[in-house]
């Protein structure tokens, strides 16, 4: 029996036989017999692991802020690719070494006693500003990138496009989760014990990564010479994640695009609050104009200064709450209902180009009419799209690959890739204002450029992934 033969067989039961819970998934996308019961698992491993990483994101910015101030996270920034420079080949060599699920374990048993250990050094007044933020930035990084590499591991490639789906449904959810609940919990328990919660949440995602492991393992067909059907789960050879970037075209299309589409995105954040900025600093008056020119109480002048910069604080604190409101909302919404039939109608090669095409007509209308309207509206579309459709096709382009590129390659890709879209983002921001001058609308039309570049590299991805796979 080839392969073939194996899908036909699984499609023609697929429908047969289902019960309440596939029934009910497939309202979403095509959910299989026997399959209900591991994607709900993964789904609610992913949810967990987001709610962990928003549950501790405001601890972050509350102890950098706090003790270093806002040019701090750019720099850290930096440090994080720096440190992932020593960090990911750590986790090849780890991957080289034990099983998945051990390795698996080993991961989120060190990001959790990790926490303790923040907290009890927050409870002696240890300065944790910058260790903590670097921390995070690995942290939230590899271990969703690794749940990807799992994920790629125990689906094939036609089961993985039918459900990845659902399991980005449950990332997004995560997200708004682990940000609604932390709102709720911070006063009453307290900034610190937040780090115990999320560490909570990451030995319980452990016991879900086990139990799903282990039923698609109860499930398995016993064919082991047809590749894709049953992935053997032991150790991985020696070769490590940078390396395989570096021999595989299709690992360097890919990487370069997560590059690209970082620093367009992180470049696109600085127009939008560039913009709201300003529009809320012309819409309350300057304090010279309020108490004349004559004030001679310097005192008294002082405290307007403060109170109409608490003004403008939580004039910027409403916008971005109701905008980030909106873009979790609407890519909820478009991850649960509308990326599964896009991934089906396009195929995942096309599905990856939406994303850069939005941007390219989007910032060029941000560059033609800078006004905040447009530039809010636009950046909902874009991380809206990148929140479900791009982040669910991105994920699918490794269903092709060998193990040993979805647990390391994809490391590098998914961690430091990132993390260097994010620098070169801070660079070209510190350029663009402090050399070249340039206004928001300048940098929307360097967006434009870049995101030109990235739709050519989606075509190039578009075509490898053509050849190594089914789509």
Known sequence: MDIKDLQDSNQNGAKADRGPLERFLSLFTPVGRHEGGTVLLMTLNIFL????????????????????????????????????????????????????????????VFFAVCLVGFYLLARTQVDLGIPFYLWVGIFNVMVVAQFWSFANDIYTEDEGKRLFPLLGFGMSAGAVFGSFITGKLIEPLGTFQLMLLS??????????TVAADRRKGSQATPVDDIPGVQQDSGALSGEGGFSLVMKSRYLLLIAGMMIVANLVNTTGEY????????????????????????????????????????????????????????????????????????VRWLGVGRAIMVLPLVALGGYAMIAV????????????AENATDYSLQNTSRNMLFLPTSRDEKYKAKQVIDTFCVRI???????????????????????????????????????????????????
């Open 49 to 108: 692991l987001m709610s962990a990483y928003y549950i501790i994101k405001p601890v972050r910015e509350a102890l950098i802020l706090a003790s270093w101030g806002a040019e701090a996270k750019i720099y850290a920034s930096a440090g994080q690719a720096l440190l992932l420079l020593a960090v990911v080949p750590f986790y090849s060599w780890l991957a080289n070494q034990l099983p998945r699920r051990r390795l698996i374990t080993t991961v989120l």
């Open 199 to 208: 560490a909570l949440l990451l030995l319980a995602s452990l016991l879900l």
């Open 271 to 342: 127009v939008l609050g560039a913009r709201v900025k300003a529009d809320v600093e012309a819409a309350i008056a300057p304090v010279e104009q309020v108490v004349g020119e004559d004030v001679t109480d310097n005192d008294d002048l002082d405290a307007r200064q403060r109170a109409r910069e608490d003004q403008v604080g939580r004039a910027i604190g409403r916008f971005y709450a109701d905008f980030f409101s909106v873009v979790n909302l609407v890519g909820l919404l478009a991850q649960l209902f509308l990326v599964s039939r896009l």
């Open 369 to 380: 009419f800078p006004i905040l309207a447009v530039a809010r509206w636009i950046k909902t």
């Open 421 to 471: 879209g994010d620098v070169s983002a801070a660079l070209l921001v510190l350029v663009g204002t402090m050399v070249l001058h340039l206004t928001p609308g300048r940098f929307a039309l360097i967006n434009v450029a870049l995101a030109a570049a990235w739709l050519v590299l989606t075509v190039f991805i578009r075509r490898k992934h053509a050849s190594l796979s089914s789509d």
